[in-house]
């Protein structure tokens, strides 16, 4: 792992969750053959997915399907109104955090009002 861009530090704290039976999410820095590498943490008996963000998300589409102004999506998913208008009319793009939420909102509209709202998540969609 510290050929890839991590410390020794870093590889040693993943090495040991690992040990212990753990899931974890890691992003390493420098893989040139993401095939190759999963080989290799395969032969170690370590499944490696690959998870990249979402690229783009669109966003207008998304609010329209939930039937709700753009001034109701901003407050009800917590956004500032004008930043939604930039997003929908592709003026800016959101960062990849916002593009992630996006997809989460897209996927369980619900949930995410009811984790928003401090409720438990009924864990069913609109």
Do not use: Y
Not at 93 to 111: H, M, N, T
């Amino acid at each position: 792992m510290a050929k890839r861009g991590l410390t020794l530090l870093q590889a040693k704290r993943i090495a040991t969750r690992l040990a212990k039976g753990e899931s974890i999410a890691v992003e390493i820095p420098t893989v040139e053959d993401f095939i190759a590498f999963e080989q290799d943490l395969k032969r170690l008996g370590i499944i490696a997915e690959r998870r990249d963000p979402p690229a783009a998300v669109n966003v207008k589409e998304i609010r329209e399907r939930l039937g709700l102004s753009q001034e109701e999506f901003a407050m009800r998913f917590g956004f500032d109104a004008a930043s939604l208008r930039n997003w929908e009319q592709q003026r800016t793009v959101p960062e990849i955090a916002v593009r992630s939420f996006f997809k989460v909102i897209q996927a369980d509209p619900g949930a995410v009002e009811s984790a928003l709202a401090g409720h438990p998540a009924t864990g069913h969609g609109r």
